[in-house]
């Protein structure tokens, strides 16, 4: 009964919604949604201009879009995680609403991820540490990064992890992680 006690005065207040966008009918129970995730996406891309600097609606978001996971806490979506479908799961897009909650919620996905060996994604220096570090995430050897990709790659890395490429007119180094590797062979 010791396990219960610890827990008698909290009430479970967090939920993760999973909606699958391409299956989704206009009057779908879930396509509300999509107002906040548009929120969120507002808030986490506010540093860099915006998501794709505005330039982007419901329907050019969600083209390809095969799964969209939220985080709800207190009632309101705090977090989410948007993939597409290609060697199993791709992150494109993620977003959490600023607060405590948000970024933990967010963090927790992002963990669920790898830690079940469900997604990739490409990141950054600082989300490379965070998945690889934290959360046990593979690098994908960069020479493969343009067969997954289907895209060009501007250079690749001598460390056989890290290269360039253009996204939208900018040149980023980025790394290819993943819960495990053999998912993208």
């Known amino acids: 009964m010791k396990y219960f006690k610890i827990f008698e005065n909290e009430i479970l207040n967090e939920r993760i919604l999973n909606w ?42 969600m083209k390809g879009i095969a799964l969209v996971k939220f985080i709800r806490k207190n009632g309101a979506i705090v977090a989410f995680v948007s993939y597409k479908s290609k060697h199993g799961r791709k992150v494109v897009a993620v977003g959490q609403d600023g607060t405590p909650a948000g970024k933990t919620a967010l963090m927790a996905l992002f963990q ?24 046990g995430a593979e690098r994908i050897p960069n020479i493969l990064v343009a067969d997954i990709l289907k895209k060009d790659i501007q250079s690749l890395d001598p460390d056989g992890f890290h290269y360039k490429r253009e996204i939208k007119g900018h040149v980023y180094t980025k790394c290819m992680v993943a819960g495990d590797k053999k998912m993208l062979k």
Do not use: C
Request: aromatic share 16%; proline share 2%.
């Open 20 to 61: 699958f966008p391409q299956d989704a009918k206009s009057d779908d129970k879930f396509s509300y949604l999509w107002d906040d995730l548009d929120r969120l996406l507002n808030i986490s891309y506010a540093a860099i201009g915006g998501f794709l600097k505005g330039n982007y609606t419901k329907e050019s978001f």
């Open 112 to 135: 669920e991820d790898m830690t079940q060996k469900r997604a990739w994604v490409e990141v950054d220096a600082k989300m490379e540490h965070i998945y690889v570090d934290k959360y």
